[in-house]
């Protein structure tokens, strides 16, 4: 039910389709034509119009067999059939003609079952079969509108509906990939940010998995109020790491977003540790050097990632996964931005995919911070939050 309320607010707004632009058959042949062959095509439309199908083809098939047809006559002969296709619902414009009439009128059921006459014919383009899968939506078969748009690809139409019927139907599963190749191919913060909420729902995160939660969402541009902004200094703070949170926290401010006594403490705070820790930057990598575990290498190169220090943050996690770390998807996972920091995507995504599938957090982390890499160029465009090889710290 988190799953589903996170991205409720993408569809309530959402307009229906609607098959506009309804078939227009000539009502009767508008051209040069001997009598021989327009007597009985005049015929063939008065009998479709009074729903004598049966006639009315007689009648077309007399005119056909008329020796020596001109151009013009010729086309006389398509529209009466058109205009009787339309009338009686068959061959590929009455089917479509149906198919229009019925999605427009509310008759979804009806209208899928056009659809299946519609490819017997030949006439089932791409945007009808869009509609289609709307028609399933309306109707109420969202499962088997998720069937249907599954088949259609990966176009941001297409998703976009999918999504929806997924959240109708609570289908957690396809609401999340759907989200997934949404962000990839797109890199919108409204997708970003719907799938980084139904992340941070996951069950058993830690502060340090929520932290990185929070990190993408401020490269990603999604931070969604001051709360994202104080919370993730607080997480920085906490975790060792105050030169990140005094960047987060004057980004907030620059932004207007922050304000106030108690964030302005809290800044001030992020400063003052920040200053801290780079006084003792020289003693703090002797001391990592000499343990005996990776794992203090480790967190210097994420504490020079916050910095924005990324050769140093590569080189600190290298050498501590040389030397052998308690954690090895985290070191992964550090390892990765790093790269990321370097803006070398391939290497970064590399890093992020080798992270073990065991640990279905650090998993799903490290699967979101490649779709990160794969998506930041697209999410510069979109988002006046630069990516982490570009960001500057004060």
Do not use: C
Not at 185 to 192: A, C, I, L, S, V
């Amino acid at each position: 039910s988190t799953l589903r309320a996170a991205v409720a607010a993408l569809f309530l707004g959402a307009s229906t389709m609607v098959v506009a632009g309804a078939l227009t058959v000539t009502t009767a042949p508008e051209v040069d034509v001997r009598a021989s062959v327009g007597k009985p095509l005049q015929d063939a439309i008065s009998l479709a119009k009074s729903g004598n199908t049966s006639a009315a083809n007689a009648k077309l098939h007399q005119a056909e067999s008329v020796g020596g047809l001109t151009p013009s006559e010729q086309t006389a002969i398509s529209q009466t059939r058109a205009y009787i296709e339309a009338k009686s619902g068959s061959g590929a414009v009455g089917s479509k003609a149906k198919f229009v009439a019925d999605y427009n009128a509310g008759r979804y059921r009806e209208a899928i079952a056009d659809a299946d006459a519609m490819r017997k014919a030949g006439s089932l383009d791409f945007q009808t079969q869009v509609i289609v899968g709307q028609a399933y939506y309306l109707s109420g078969d969202y499962h088997g509108a998720i069937r249907y748009l599954k088949g259609l690809g990966n176009s941001e139409q297409v998703l976009s509906l999918l999504l929806s019927a997924a959240y109708k139907a609570g289908d957690d599963e396809s609401m999340r990939t759907t989200l997934e190749k949404l962000v990839s191919m797109t890199g919108k913060p409204q997708y970003w940010k719907d799938l980084l909420t139904t992340a941070e729902h996951a069950k058993g995160l830690s502060d340090h998995q929520t932290l990185d939660l929070y990190r993408i969402r401020y490269l990603t541009g999604t931070m969604r109020n001051a709360d994202d902004y104080s919370l993730l200094a607080q997480l920085s703070l906490q975790l060792g790491f105050p030169a990140e949170a005094q960047a987060v926290m004057q980004k907030g401010f620059d932004a207007k977003v922050l304000q106030g006594d108690r964030q302005t403490r809290l800044l001030n705070m992020s400063k003052t540790q920040a200053a801290a820790d780079a006084a003792k930057t020289a003693d703090a990598q002797a001391a990592t050097s000499a343990a005996k575990s990776g794992d203090e290498l480790i967190k210097l190169g994420e504490d020079y990632w916050g910095q924005g220090r990324y050769q140093e943050s590569l080189a600190a996690v290298q050498a501590g996964i040389a030397k052998g770390v308690t954690n090895k998807d985290d070191a992964q996972i550090r390892l990765g931005m790093a790269y990321l920091g370097l803006n070398q995507r391939d290497r970064a995504e590399h890093a992020f995919n080798a992270v073990s599938k065991a640990n279905a957090n650090e998993a799903m982390l490290a699967h979101l911070w490649s779709l990160y890499s794969h998506t930041a160029s697209s999410v510069a465009a979109n988002t006046t939050t630069p990516p982490p090889s570009k960001r500057k710290h004060r």
